[in-house]
């Protein structure tokens, strides 16, 4: 089976935990597009739901999909976020940024009761680190900010390379929300919780991309099923 092919049938488990009336968050990136298309398959069959979408791109999908759309201006509390991610642990605890909509689905996450987590069984790892951990800053003063971060890297005995992501014709990438992605090459984050804590204390740094106590649970496919972790 193709890695999107699981990636679609972790994405249709997840729908049949939606149910009527539900507020929701709608994900970013390949795994969460296949859970975005099957939802709308069920909204035009009678569905009723209302979604939050973590990024333009999800936003323009989930409108051609015709799944009405709300703001956590109007719904502040949803009551599931369905999203992808780059890698997670046995702990739930995740990194995800990859697709660069890192700050948009953190702030959906932490406003969902449950977030359940899909994707294909490839993104487990024993320790978090083998993906590049995404963080979000601000473009005014990016070296002051980068090498701040390095400071912090360095004091948690981490390598201190940083990427600034680029798109197109090496111009930097920039988010939804205006701001540029730097990329760290960790290897492997021994304490997550304490990294996460130190980044977001520096001046300039808007986002990373640990996410810790948001996911509920996770459904992962593989070649042998589907495993679900949590309360799905
Ligand atoms: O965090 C994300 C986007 O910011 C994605 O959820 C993550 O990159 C996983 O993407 P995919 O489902 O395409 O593997």
Known sequence: MSGDDLKRMAAARAVEAVTDGMRLGLGTGS???????????????????????????????????????????????????????????????????GGGALLREKIVAAASTRMIVIADASKKVETLGRFALPIEVNPFGLEATRRAVAHVLETHGLPTTLR?????????????????????????????????????????????????????????????????????
């Open 31 to 97: 795994t969460a597009h296949h859970f975005v298309a099957l939802l709308g398959e069920k909204v035009r069959g009678g569905l009723k739901v209302t979604g939050v979408p973590t990024s333009e791109a999800t936003r323009a999908q989930a409108l051609a999909e015709g799944i009405p759309l709300t703001t956590l201006d109007e719904t502040p509390g949803l009551d599931l976020t369905v999203d992808g991610a780059d890698e997670l642990d046995a702990t739930l605890r995740l990194i995800k940024g």
């Open 164 to 232: 600034l992501r680029t798109a197109a014709k090496d111009k930097a990438f920039v988010t939804d929300g205006g701001h540029f992605i730097l990329d760290a090459e960790l290897g492997a984050i021994d304490a997550p919780e304490a990294l996460a804590e130190a980044l977001v204390a520096v001046p300039g740094v808007v986002e990373h991309g640990l996410f810790i106590g948001l996911a509920t649970g996770a459904i992962l496919a593989g070649d042998d099923g589907v495993v679900e972790y949590g309360t799905i």
